[in-house]
């Protein structure tokens, strides 16, 4: 999870948010958060497609790619 806001106009102001649970066990993830005195849930998007070395990108041209570097 990089971000989590809610709607200006959401009755959930995440002020007190101390704990965060992803349940993975279902078809699509499920995020809990405890907020305060309240247990949160919402359903997480789907997961972006993993990168392949290779593999075109929206503009056509193949992914660039990584090798390992070395210390020196």
Same mark, same amino acid.
């Given at each position: #999870? $990089? $971000? *989590?806001?809610a709607?200006?106009d959401?009755?959930?102001k %995440?002020?007190q948010?101390?704990?965060?649970? *992803? =349940?993975?066990? &279902?078809?699509?993830? *499920? %995020?809990?958060?405890?907020?305060?005195? $309240? #247990? %949160?849930? @919402?359903?997480?998007? =789907?997961?972006?497609? !993993? %990168?392949?070395v &290779?593999?075109?990108? !929206? @503009? &056509?041209?193949?992914?660039?790619?990584?090798?390992? /570097? /070395?210390a020196?």
């Open positions: #999870i $990089q $971000q *989590v806001r709607r200006p959401s009755p959930f %995440l002020e948010l101390t704990s965060l649970y *992803v =349940d993975t066990s &279902g078809p699509r993830p *499920v %995020l809990y958060m405890v907020n305060g005195n $309240q #247990i %949160l849930r @919402g359903t997480m998007p =789907d997961r972006p497609r !993993p %990168l392949s &290779g593999t075109p990108t !929206p @503009g &056509g041209s193949p992914a660039p790619t990584t090798a390992p /570097t /070395t020196p």
